[in-house]
């Protein structure tokens, strides 16, 4: 059975960090790009930053550059989005996301960006 499950989310207030992770089971980790997603509410879901599969590449939403940093530790099947100087347009569902052969989605963790 796949799972991804995204944890690490929270209240934190504007100028504040935080680092998601995404843990991940039954695909072959290393042969999928991962992806964070997030979606506002009464907004669409939007990419923020994706990671390739060995980690080299990595690319990130303008609304992410500098400010977010995407990783992945291949032989423990995680990855995780480093989230810095979060501003309240930020607050969103956060979601992790598998891609290659198969797309996989996680359940999100809420990140709430208020003072």
């Known amino acids: 059975e796949v799972q991804l499950q995204a944890s690490g989310g929270g209240l934190v207030q504007p100028g504040g960090s935080l680092t998601l992770s995404c843990a991940t089971s039954?695909?072959?980790?290393?042969?999928?790009?991962i992806a964070w997603f997030r979606q506002a509410p009464g907004k669409e879901r939007e990419g923020v930053a994706c990671?390739?599969?060995?980690?080299?590449?990595?690319y990130y939403a303008d609304t992410a550059k500098g400010r977010f940093t995407v990783s992945r530790n291949n032989p423990k099947n995680t990855a995780a989005l480093q989230m810095d100087s979060l501003q309240p347009e930020d607050t969103a569902v956060y979601y992790c996301n598998a891609k290659s052969g198969g797309n996989y989605w996680g359940q999100g963790t809420l990140v709430t960006v208020s003072s």
């Open positions: 039954g695909f072959i980790f290393d042969d999928y790009a």
């Open positions: 990671v390739g599969s060995s980690g080299e590449r990595k």
